[in-house]
T-cell receptor, first 117, second 114 residues
Framework: GAGVSQSPRYKVTKRGQDVALRCDPI?????LYWYRQALGQGPEFLTY????????KSGLPNDRFSAERPEGSISTLTIQRTEQRDSAMYRC???????????????FGEGSRLTVL | AQSVSQHNHHVILSEAASLELGCNYS??????LFWYVQYPGQHLQLLLK??????LVKGIKGFEAEFIKSKFSFNLRKPSVQWSDTAEYFC????????????FGSGTRLSIRP
């Protein structure tokens, strides 16, 4: 399809395991965002990229979280040594604009629901 | 720190009632403002946006929002709601000073009684 694709849609893992969440943005979109959303809360900013450059990672909770977008398209959010508090919906969004004053509409994927046991 | 506040966590209305959902943001200079909606079982999608110009903006499905700079507010309105408006509504803001970082409010769940 033409939308933002995230995988896996659901991931159940044991505490201490590493997980990798993948985001395939809309073709040609410049910016890519990662958000985390707990139940009953709004999306919490984690990080964003313009092309392959990570412009802002101030929302990553700690150094167990990292993200990359090596070729300016697909992005991976990696959580090392997962903890129960990492359980949440992880949402990816892409945008056709490069940001600043032109920051525009975000196109969201379906999300990856992570459960850490 | 930059923040976005949505005062109503859950709003329940009857069909044909008027709607106003509040959104306030912290001071930080020039902003772009958005409302997103998430219908049950669907992903977040843009309802409307304000970049500049007329502070009253119109979006899809009869929604509108008014930017009041002096109050740091961007409230969402609809004159007459329908059952199909049942959804969660999120206000989002980006400050020019923080490049493209987009901050979301905690959301308002809207339930419409048929």
């Amino acid at each position: 399809g033409a939308g933002v694709s995230q995988s896996p849609r659901y991931k159940v893992t044991k505490r201490g395991q590493d997980v990798a969440l993948r985001c395939d943005p809309i073709s040609g979109h410049v910016s890519l965002y990662w958000y985390r959303q707990a139940l009953g809360q709004g999306p919490e900013f984690l990080t964003y990229f313009n092309y392959e450059a990570q412009q802002d990672k101030s929302g990553l909770p700690n150094d167990r979280f990292s993200a990359e977008r090596p070729e300016g398209s697909i992005s991976t959010l990696t959580i090392q040594r997962t903890e129960q508090r990492d359980s949440a919906m992880y949402r990816c969004a892409s945008s056709p604009t490069s940001g600043g004053a032109d920051t525009g509409e975000l196109f969201f994927g379906e999300g990856s629901r992570l459960t850490v046991l | 720190a930059q923040s976005v506040s949505q005062h109503n966590h859950h709003v329940i209305l009857s069909e044909a009632a008027s709607l106003e959902l509040g959104c306030n943001y912290s001071y930080g200079g020039t902003v772009n403002l958005f409302w997103y909606v998430q219908y049950p079982g669907q992903h977040l999608q843009l309802l409307l946006k304000y970049f500049s110009g007329d502070p009253l903006v119109k979006g899809i499905k009869g929604f509108e929002a008014e930017f009041i700079k002096s109050k740091f507010s961007f409230n969402l309105r609809k004159p007459s709601v329908q059952w199909s408006d049942t959804a969660e509504y999120f206000c989002a803001v980006t400050w020019y000073s923080s490049a493209s970082k987009i901050i979301f409010g905690s959301g308002t769940r809207l339930s419409i009684r048929p």
